[in-house]
């Protein structure tokens, strides 16, 4: 379903490109997130963009309103209509309307780091259980000397290359933006300042040591990780990158394994016991209930496992027991016939 553009800017469908653009400016003014803090402002301020980012656009425009009159067209959406998403040309309309008053970086297109990943190692225990564990870790945090600026008089000026949003959009062709990182100031948006923070060399960070506590819910796998906003490092356009810490490495020094989310146990009987009826087993799960299993051939098929229902590491998965009957190595000759005669 495409949006009805005209109806998220009140205009009129023969608006003029003036009607438009003033549309535009007051409902820009009414929903831009700096000025408005709701969460439906964030939603709205993003679809007025889109629209306008249409209907300001002569030839997309034309092709908006065949699309209106005709119904729908094969290539209107999809990676030709590519352009049509808040994305596009934004920064030009900035230009165009408010000359870069509003800073373009936090309009729905905040720059995201990269989380900082900690890697820790848990115990087979602690995956299957969920734990609350002390992460300490080193982070780069906002420089307390110039406020995270890196500048000694805590002010810094905006890049004039890119306005202070950090992106460059380059025209390529006729239909083709690519958005690429500032050059000029990598993306931080400001320019280096002039009179550097020396506790911080300009940089606005420095190092520190940072423990978090976490909590590892229960059945998290290895390589999945909980991820914590804001913990990561400060980077110096005032964002924190998320910290994201990491089950790298799963001890375990228990008699279970995991096998997708089925808690396995291996579970060895003598022999003996077999023969000699002993034919109810019980076995222990990770959380010391326990179950007993009859292994009398009768009962079972063999080497079929025993499922416990629901008790795996999800709701979704099992205890799972494998039996593994153990015999002896039987190495002379009348030994061997000693047993079979027990059978007989
Ligand atoms: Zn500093
Ligand atoms: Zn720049």
Redo the contacts with the bound molecule.
Sequence with gaps: MIKDYYQILGVDRDASEDEIKRAFRDLSKKYHPDLNKTKEAEEKFKEINEAYSVLSDKRKKAEYDNYLKYGFKDNFVGDNFGGFGINFGFEDIFKDIFGFDFNIGNVGMKKKYQPLIVNITLSFEDTYFGCDKKVKYSRKNKCKNCDGTGSQSKSRKK?S??A???Y?TEARGRNMFIKTT?P??Y????EEPQDKCKHCDGTGAVNETLEVSVHFPPGIKPNDGVAISNKGHYYNDGQYSDLYVRVARVINNTNYDRIDDNLVLYYDVDYLDVLKNNNIITVKHIDGKEYKIDISSNSRKSFEPYIVPHRGFTKNSNFVVFINIKFPKIKKEENIKKIIELFE
């Design positions: 890049c290359k890119c202070g949003s950090g460059y500032c000029f100031c993306g931080s948006g400001q």
